[in-house]
């Protein structure tokens, strides 16, 4: 994270601490800042806690829509749930790209997508590092004219 980015970050944590708070009630709730956690270039995790002791989970993402800026939300458990398939799936849409992009001569050559994907060094480096270095192209299947490598989760 850039220290531009981090500067951002915490402001709009600070400003977002002030927002949840409400020193006005009869039992005054006051919220700050605990602890902001970068989990990568423009996504952290912010721990909130109030004057009641408890903490809150923010998720602050940067967008660069309008010149860029901090967004946050409160996840659910469901959220949370659903938000840790999202690697899974842009690791497959990654890998289709991949193919799609830097393969079209060997699909031309008849090859398959899969073939042509166990090919490439690189992506025999990762099947390795995966412990997949010995997958033949034969165990990926089509669906929906994409093929992809079939995994058992069972």
């Known amino acids: 994270m850039t220290k531009e980015a981090a500067i951002l970050l915490e402001k709009e944590a600070l400003r977002t601490a002030i927002s949840y708070s409400d020193p006005g009630r009869e039992n005054p709730r006051i919220v700050e800042v605990h602890e902001i956690i970068p989990l990568s270039d423009e996504i952290a995790s912010v721990l909130m806690e109030t004057n009641e002791g408890r903490r809150i989970l923010f998720v602050f993402f940067y967008t660069r829509q309008d010149g860029g800026s901090w967004l946050h939300f409160v996840p659910t458990d469901s959220q949370i749930l659903g938000l840790s398939r999202v690697e899974e799936i842009k690791g497959e849409v990654e890998l289709y790209?991949?193919?799609?992009?830097?393969?079209?001569?060997?699909?031309?050559r008849g090859w398959s997508p899969a073939r042509a994907l166990l090919a490439n060094r690189?992506?025999?480096?990762?099947?390795?590092?995966?412990g997949l270095e010995n997958a033949p192209?034969?165990?990926?299947?089509?669906?929906?004219?994409?093929?992809?490598r079939s995994i058992d989760n069972s």
């Open 122 to 130: 690189r992506v025999r480096v990762l099947l390795s590092l995966l």
């Open 97 to 108: 790209n991949y193919h799609q992009n830097f393969h079209g001569d060997q699909l031309e």
């Open 137 to 148: 192209a034969s165990d990926f299947v089509r669906e929906n004219g994409v093929e992809t």
